[in-house]
């Protein structure tokens, strides 16, 4: 039998929440094979998972994701969490239903229906506000709030979006699955038609379509997350990892991952490194 409402960080010995504007927002790391029981929660859960892998399961329904991947689970839906041999790390936005009643009504079937996509920008922007709660100055509430608004407004565009055109193709996955194959390698176009079977021309316009950014600009996005989770779970140097990543240099790869998360590389490292104290 469930408890009337669990907290999100139910299960994880580390985690840090900050609660500004009305939004509380948690960085959570579940460790590997954890499973939780049914439960629910009192607020909508609007989670972006950075790291690792794990499965919500509504409705008799596993759900399961990977970094990129956004999904939501409505206030008071039960549901069980298994977490894979990794763990998971979780960025977790929950809008206080009255003091954000305005939001919420804007945010429509975002916060009252079940959503499971694979989000590039939302990815971005919960790195981003990682990035602040664990490395926090003056204006980080200020931040927080602004990017927990940027990150639901994405999240409700990228859903008008996929609500108003048909159903992506299957070879549209295809091709996104070979590139998270490959983001040290990436593909030429010619090798992501002759996977997609299609004319690079009807590849490009529907890749931007169904994804919101270019095949370019993902695949950059991949390679800059693949750099936050060295800098994240490794003491590799920098400049190793700005090499790894495809950059010229570190100043280059230093800019982009600026754009990118809202924190040069160094700051970011410092920001991510939680020791079990800090729980």
């Given at each position: 039998?469930?408890?009337?409402?669990?907290?999100?960080?139910?299960g994880?010995?580390?985690?840090?929440?900050?609660?500004?504007?009305?939004?509380?927002?948690?960085?959570?790391?579940?460790?590997?094979?954890?499973?939780?029981?049914?439960?629910?929660?009192?607020?909508?859960?609007?989670?972006?998972?950075?790291?690792?892998?794990?499965?919500?399961?509504?409705?008799?329904?596993?759900?399961?994701?990977?970094?990129?991947?956004?999904?939501?689970?409505?206030?008071?839906?039960?549901?069980?969490?298994?977490?894979?041999?990794?763990?998971?790390?979780?960025?977790?936005?929950?809008?206080?239903?009255?003091?954000?009643?305005?939001?919420?009504?804007?945010?429509g079937?975002?916060?009252?229906?079940?959503?499971?996509?694979?989000?590039?920008?939302?990815?971005?922007?919960?790195?981003r506000?990682?990035?602040?709660?664990?490395y926090?100055?003056?204006?980080?509430?200020?931040?927080?709030?602004?990017?927990?608004?940027?990150?639901?407004a994405?999240?409700?565009?990228?859903?008008?979006?996929?609500?108003?055109?048909?159903?992506?193709?299957?070879?549209?996955?295809?091709?996104?699955?070979?590139?998270?194959?490959?983001?040290?390698?990436?593909?030429?176009?010619?090798?992501?038609?002759?996977i997609a079977?299609?004319?690079?021309?009807?590849?490009?316009?529907?890749?931007?379509?169904?994804?919101?950014?270019?095949?370019?600009s993902?695949?950059r996005?991949?390679?800059?997350?693949?750099?936050a989770?060295?800098?994240?779970?490794?003491?590799?140097?920098?400049?190793?990892i700005?090499?790894?990543?495809?950059?010229?240099?570190?100043?280059?790869?230093?800019r982009?991952?600026?754009?990118?998360?809202?924190?040069?590389?160094?700051s970011?490292?410092?920001?991510?490194?939680?020791?079990?104290s800090?729980?």
């Open positions: 039998m469930a408890r009337r409402s669990d907290p999100v960080s139910l994880s010995p580390r985690f840090r929440n900050a609660d500004h504007g009305g939004f509380l927002v948690s960085d959570v790391w579940f460790p590997p094979g954890l499973v939780l029981e049914p439960h629910h929660h009192d607020r909508t859960v609007v989670a972006v998972t950075l790291g690792g892998g794990w499965d919500s399961v509504m409705g008799g329904r596993p759900r399961e994701s990977t970094p990129g991947m956004l999904l939501t689970e409505p206030a008071g839906q039960r549901h069980g969490n298994h977490f894979g041999p990794a763990g998971a790390r979780v960025l977790i936005v929950q809008p206080d239903p009255i003091a954000r009643a305005e939001t919420q009504r804007a945010c079937t975002l916060l009252t229906d079940i959503n499971h996509v694979q989000a590039p920008l939302p990815h971005t922007l919960a790195r506000l990682s990035a602040e709660i664990r926090p100055d003056a204006t980080s509430p200020l931040a927080i709030e602004a990017l927990a608004l940027e990150l639901l994405s999240a409700v565009r990228m859903e008008g979006r996929a609500s108003g055109r048909r159903r992506p193709p299957l070879w549209l996955r295809w091709v996104i699955d070979y590139l998270q194959a490959h983001v040290l390698d990436p593909p030429d176009l010619a090798t992501l038609t002759g079977g299609v004319h690079p021309g009807h590849l490009v316009r529907t890749f931007r379509r169904h994804q919101g950014l270019s095949v370019a993902y695949t996005r991949l390679r800059l997350d693949w750099a989770e060295r800098l994240a779970s490794t003491d590799t140097p920098i400049a190793e700005a090499l790894a990543a495809g950059f010229a240099d570190q100043s280059h790869f230093t982009a991952f600026r754009r990118q998360l809202g924190a040069p590389p160094a970011f490292r410092r920001s991510t490194r939680l020791a079990p800090d729980a």
